[in-house]
């Protein structure tokens, strides 16, 4: 089961950075995508189904009140994107009767596709020591001179996805500051995809150590309701 989600979240994780390569891919392409993509998005559901069985369980604390949000904030976003998508749709939906509403829909598909990065990879973050645990067989932690050398490579590719965050216009698209994307057709692909993944490495990063100062807060409160 562990390998089956894995391979599952390597799959939607790919699906989603070819996603935001829009007009580089071709429209159909992009269509045929997004449709595996939500089928994998679904079936990573259905295998964490016990997390929606636990939520009325057990207490909020600062780390889970995050997460829960992030998950139906992802959730609604990612039904908003898959919803406006068919609206929009030039090739696998193109049968469905629907003439109206591409202006709104176009809006909204373009908002929800950086939102679903965003909220994705922040998630991601939250869960990395989980994914690098199911990924080596190892369970010993890098110590010393490694553990520094890999945050200092994390931290770098942070900073790098911060500069593409703002060159690629990110922050533009997300509030809708401009309303049509543009892609440079004459662009070399590799340098697009290694700047997506290092805006996915900025949120991933800043999940990472967001959800451990969430947690050491959680844990701060636990001490003191003990000493009370």
């Keep these: ?8 979240d390597i799959a939607m994780t790919l699906a989603l950075i070819g996603l935001m390569a829009y007009s580089l891919i071709g429209t ?13 998005f679904t079936v990573h559901h259905v295998l964490n189904r016990k997390w929606f069985g636990a939520l009325f369980k057990g207490r909020y604390k600062s780390f889970r009140i995050f997460q829960t949000a992030l998950v139906f904030l992802l ?6 994107s898959v919803i406006s998508g ?33 909220l994705m990879s922040l998630h991601l973050g939250l869960h990395w020591n989980v994914l690098l645990h199911a990924m080596r067989k190892s369970k010993t932690k890098a110590t010393g ?24 216009q990110i922050g533009e698209y997300l509030f809708l500051k401009t309303h049509f994307l543009f892609l440079d057709p004459t662009q070399p692909i590799f340098f697009f995809f290694l700047d997506y993944m290092a805006i996915m490495g900025l949120f991933v990063f800043c999940g990472h150590y967001l959800g451990k100062a969430l947690k050491l807060l959680d844990n701060r409160a636990r001490t003191e309701r003990k000493g009370t």
């Design 1 to 8: 089961m562990k390998k089956l989600r894995m391979t599952v």
């Design 28 to 40: 159909l392409t992009h269509e045929i995508l997004g449709v595996a993509m939500f089928a994998l």
């Design 75 to 80: 959730i609604g976003s990612v039904m908003a």
């Design 86 to 118: 068919i609206v929009l749709s030039e090739h696998v939906f193109a049968f469905l009767p629907i003439n109206k509403g591409t202006a709104f829909a176009r809006s909204v598909h373009m908002v929800c596709a950086y939102a679903n990065y965003i």
């Design 145 to 168: 001179m490694k553990a520094w050398a890999l945050r200092g490579i994390a931290a770098a590719v942070a900073a790098y996805g911060a500069v593409a965050f703002v060159q690629r």
